[in-house]
């Protein structure tokens, strides 16, 4: 398989994953037409999505779904509390819960629990022909399940959201970075090192950072972070105009 992330930010966030037979969306943060524009630049044509696959109900990571879904007759996918709080009139909508696996076309979709502020939300571990990739964003703590799920990942696409200095030392309202900051809010670089730590293996192909913050985080510091890890496997940041390039797992 391989995949590409659309963008990743607090202004939108979508990733494309295809196989030779299937292809699917994990979340849909941009308007509809945003995410056809995207797609294409791919060279993915928007009528192949089989399914969008929801991590939870900030707009984010869902502004798209409805329209997109409406728009190609797409299957969505999500948890009870993350589908009651999109609109989704007239799609199609299918209730998963964590722990439990999903076929879609060639791919086994493995929704995960993960710690954030929203009603029910989860995040995915895709695997296809034995390969596993492993989609880990918006969580504010690493938790051994989550440990545990994401531990035989071939690839990764992890957020690594702020620097804890520039947080604090930033714009943003006190009450805001402590809930970035908390238990439920987003990884830091260091908890993202600290889990990349955890589940690295030497048959790691490709580890993504991604969701970093524009305001409290820098590219820069994101690569010092993770330098180590450009010996052993491809490393990539995911920015939010243009994501990434096409990253294989073979």
């Not at 037979?21 to 308007?31: A, E, K, N, P, S």
């Amino acid at each position: 398989m391989k995949y590409a992330s659309l963008g990743s930010g607090s202004r939108g966030n979508c990733t494309v994953i295809v196989s030779p037979q299937t292809t699917i969306l994990v979340d849909c943060g941009f308007g509809c037409r945003e995410t056809e524009n995207r797609l294409t630049d791919k060279g993915v044509n928007p009528t192949t999505v089989e399914a969008i696959f929801v991590t939870h109900e900030h707009g984010d990571h869902h502004r798209g779904v409805g329209p997109f879904a409406r728009k190609y007759g797409v299957s969505v996918y999500g948890t009870n509390g993350t589908l009651s709080r999109v609109d989704l009139k007239r799609c199609k909508f299918i209730e998963i819960q964590c722990g439990h696996s999903v076929d879609v076309g060639d791919f086994v979709v493995h929704p995960v629990a993960v710690p954030h502020d929203a009603r029910e939300p989860s995040q995915f571990v895709i695997e296809n022909a034995n390969r596993r990739l492993g989609i880990l964003t918006d969580i504010g703590s690493l938790t051994q399940s989550v440990v545990e799920h994401y531990r035989h990942c071939d690839s990764l696409l992890v957020e690594a959201n702020h620097d804890l200095e520039m947080l604090w030392n930033g714009p943003y309202q006190y009450s805001l970075k402590v809930r970035i900051a908390g238990d439920e809010g987003h990884l830091s670089n260091d908890q993202t090192a600290e889990f990349v730590s955890l589940v690295h293996h030497s048959d790691m192909q490709s580890l993504v950072l991604g969701h970093l913050s524009q305001e409290n985080n820098h590219p820069e510091i994101v690569r010092r972070c993770f330098h180590e890890y450009r010996q052993s496997m491809e490393v990539w940041i995911a920015s939010q105009a243009e994501g990434t390039d096409w990253i294989h797992v073979t």
